[in-house]
């Protein structure tokens, strides 16, 4: 349930100018979040950036994490990829005790170290995170103990329902038989392992922001909802260099009708029992429905960021089977430009996904109607209870937004 803000823009807390704030972001919507958030009080403004989550060429994807933090004045942009923490073949499956604490050790050591080339770590006034749940988030605010810790939004449907459960959790204060295991914990493994083998319990989050959701932690609580307009992502948009606009423009050309957009997921990262052929079958479909409803000339598919390029040529090649009268192009450079943001160059009329949590975006943001299907995405993750739990949280969180097909 959206709440009512607390805070509004024009409230919003002037910072000191000279205070250091540092932003750290795993994915080109963080980076457009942070610049957002950043900007309603600009300071000492740092940002860090990683590739680790990618699963497409992480020098692509760094350069256009990079070429979106363009919309905001940054004093230096410190990348600290490659952290062993997330290095999926030291970290699945999970590693004995000991491996798992030198991992843990050595991604807190590269990641002080990293940050000092750039700043002193304990310079930093305030952290400002996503994802409070990741454990290279939290090894961060481990890395900086004098920070304070802030929350700003992952991505523009941020925060919802399930980040706010999540969140309340993660910031609960603990009890005091867990705090009295955790200080002995701490006696024993510290001097071994260092800082980073005992995570904290909670996290004290000073400010958070939100996108979307009402935030329901945090001291104080931003309701960032007058951001998510037209006018700001077409102003984030042009903060982009002229080699990644025209790719996207590219698409907007007079000799085409307008087009309906298909949103991919990383559903190729679920693993070999996945049931491939229904989302496969379930993209046709709803290719089909953007043609026959709306009678558009093409069907352009945007990626997710996590998709490798062999998914994306099959899910390419099965919309074209499905609508073999259609134009279906893929956007094959700078895919990981946030779709919002690119929307503001294309002519699009509408847009479909399996659970994409960009179509309550673009409804929102541009006013056009997005489908997806809840039969298909039950279907999906029929097989496994805890997703598809979350399935029932996802449809409940946006069933307003899209209509189901």
Request: glycine fraction near 4%.
């Amino acid at each position: 349930m959206i709440g009512t803000a607390t805070e509004s823009a024009t409230s919003y807390p002037r910072f000191n100018p000279q205070s250091v704030r540092l932003f750290r972001a795993d994915t080109p919507h963080d980076v457009a979040s942070a610049c957002l958030v950043a900007g309603l009080s600009p300071a000492r403004d740092y940002l860090a950036i990683s590739a680790d989550y990618a699963a497409a060429d992480p020098r692509e994807y760094l350069q256009v994490m990079r070429a979106m933090a363009r919309a905001h004045r940054w004093l230096d942009i410190i990348d600290i990829s490659r952290l062993p923490i997330n290095d999926p073949d030291r970290m699945r499956p999970r590693p004995p005790r000991r491996d798992l604490y030198r991992t843990m050790r050595e991604s807190f050591d590269m990641l002080r170290t990293t940050i000092a080339g750039h700043i002193q770590p304990d310079a930093v006034d305030e952290l400002f995170l996503t994802c409070l749940n990741h454990a290279d988030i939290r090894l961060l605010s481990q890395v900086l103990p004098a920070a304070t810790l802030s929350h700003y939004p992952h991505g523009f449907g941020s925060l919802h329902d399930a980040e706010n459960d999540t969140y309340v959790a993660i910031t609960k204060s603990a009890s005091l038989g867990r705090r009295a295991r955790h200080a002995a914990l701490e006696a024993v493994k510290r001097p071994l392992w260092g800082r980073a083998s005992t995570p904290p319990l909670s996290l004290d989050i000073f400010r958070s922001h939100s996108f979307h959701r009402y935030p329901l932690f945090g001291h104080e609580r931003h309701d960032l909802t007058h951001l998510m307009t037209t006018d700001t992502m077409a102003r984030l948009f042009a903060a982009l260099p002229d080699e990644i606009r025209q790719a996207y423009e590219a698409h907007s050309s007079d000799r085409d009708a307008a087009a309906g957009l298909l949103l991919l997921t990383p559903a190729d990262t679920r693993g070999p029992d996945y049931p491939y052929e229904v989302d496969l079958r379930g993209f046709g479909e709803l290719a089909s429905h953007l043609l026959s409803k709306h009678g558009v000339g093409g069907i352009i598919i945007k990626p997710h960021p996590l998709n490798s390029d062999q998914w994306i040529t099959t899910v390419a090649d099965a919309v074209r089977a499905s609508v073999p009268e259609a134009s279906v192009v893929t956007i094959s450079r700078y895919s990981a430009v946030p779709v919002e943001i690119a929307a503001s160059a294309m002519r699009v009329v509408a847009a479909a996904g399996i659970g994409s949590s960009s179509l309550h975006t673009l409804a929102r943001i541009y006013g056009i109607p997005t489908y997806s299907s809840d039969r298909l995405l039950r279907e999906l993750y029929a097989d496994e209870p805890r997703m598809a739990s979350s399935v029932e949280t996802w449809i409940k969180d946006n069933k307003t937004s899209y209509t189901s097909v």
